[in-house]
């Protein structure tokens, strides 16, 4: 059990690190040319321009992450500089906090990871959101709706209580990735 939790817990922190570090390189590498959408300002020192919504978002990314590690562990110290650094630092600084506490804080890796993805892959044509599960009839047919900006269930018959389809938003989609563990960490002890 020790274990699983142990393989459950790296697996969401490494998933968010490493695609914080995939944004900054798709995003934030010069040499990678430049970004086809967003704001953009060219440096004083460097005639690449810098996609100032992707540094938006990783600062305000690694600012939730600190917040939530500080809040429930006061003595954490200092964060690292780098937003896909602070994953490990807030896995670190967190094992011992309540099992809910836990929970929040993978659903927040994982939403991290997901949207750091839909920042890269705007369309999910890499297909990351449809490896979720739909929360309400966990079917493995949920597809990405760039206009929406939310997940669509697939499946006719899975409608809310308007008898729309089901859709959710990312924050719903990690809660559920993390309901899902925890009931088969359960059932495999
Ligand atoms: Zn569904």
């Not at 914080?20 to 798709?26: C, F, G, V």
């Not at 020192?45 to 992450?65: G, I, M, Q």
């Not at 110290?77 to 490990?88: I, K, N």
């Not at 600084?93 to 809910?100: E, G």
Request: charged residues 25%; hydrophobic residues 35%.
């Amino acid at each position: 059990m020790g274990n699983d939790e142990g393989d459950t817990r790296t697996r969401t922190n490494q998933t968010a690190a490493a695609r914080m570090r995939l944004l900054t390189a798709e995003h934030l590498t010069p040499t990678r040319g430049a970004p086809t959408h967003g704001r953009t300002a060219t440096m004083a020192h460097s005639p690449a321009p810098v996609d100032l919504d992707t540094v938006d978002y990783l600062s305000a990314a690694r600012t939730e992450a600190i917040t939530f590690t500080r809040r429930h562990a006061p003595d954490a110290g200092p964060a690292p500089a780098d937003a896909a650094d602070v994953y490990a630092w807030m896995d670190e600084h967190t094992q011992t906090i309540q099992p809910a506490a836990q929970d929040q804080r993978r659903t927040l890796e994982i939403r991290h990871a997901l949207e750091a993805h839909l920042r890269i892959d705007r369309d999910d044509s890499r297909g990351l959101i449809r490896r979720h599960r739909c929360p309400r009839c966990h079917c493995l047919g949920v597809v990405w709706s760039e206009p929406l900006q939310r997940a669509v269930c697939g499946s006719g018959r899975c409608v809310d209580n308007k008898a729309r389809p089901s859709t959710w938003s990312v924050y719903q989609l990690a809660e559920a990735r993390v309901a899902d563990q925890n009931r088969m960490l359960r059932t495999a002890t």
